[in-house]
């Protein structure tokens, strides 16, 4: 059974931060691109990180660059995203989504499977 299972959401006050964990089952998951979208009240689902499997290159949307941090372990199939510097745009329920592919970046990820999402609230 194919499993992604978000955890670490939460609330936090304008310039904080959190640490968003995704851990995966039940799929080689070495051979998958992982990554973030976030989807806010009245607003289309974004990408906002992914990391290319195996050589584990990072990528960013721009409203999130020098802010999020995205990391991967794969001996524990996890990914995580650290998040700083919170704004209340940020807000949104986060979602992990994984794809198999090398070639894969934020704009173009599509996510063979996703996971339920971890509501993320900041406030000003």
């Known amino acids: 059974e194919v499993q992604l299972v978000e955890s670490g959401g939460g609330m936090v006050q304008a310039g904080g931060s959190l640490r968003l964990s995704c851990v995966a089952s039940g799929f080689n998951f070495d051979d998958y691109t992982i990554g973030w979208f976030r989807q806010a009240p009245g607003k289309e689902r974004e990408g906002v990180s992914c990391?290319?499997?195996?050589?584990?290159?990072?990528d960013y949307a721009d409203s999130v660059k020098g802010r999020f941090t995205i990391s991967r372990d794969n001996a524990k199939n996890t990914v995580y995203l650290q998040m700083n510097s919170l704004k209340p745009e940020d807000t949104a329920v986060y979602y992990c989504a994984a794809e198999r592919g090398f070639f894969i970046t934020t704009a173009n990820m599509i996510g063979d499977y996703w996971g339920q999402g971890t509501q993320v609230t900041v406030s000003s």
């Open positions: 990391m290319r499997s195996r050589d584990g290159m990072p």
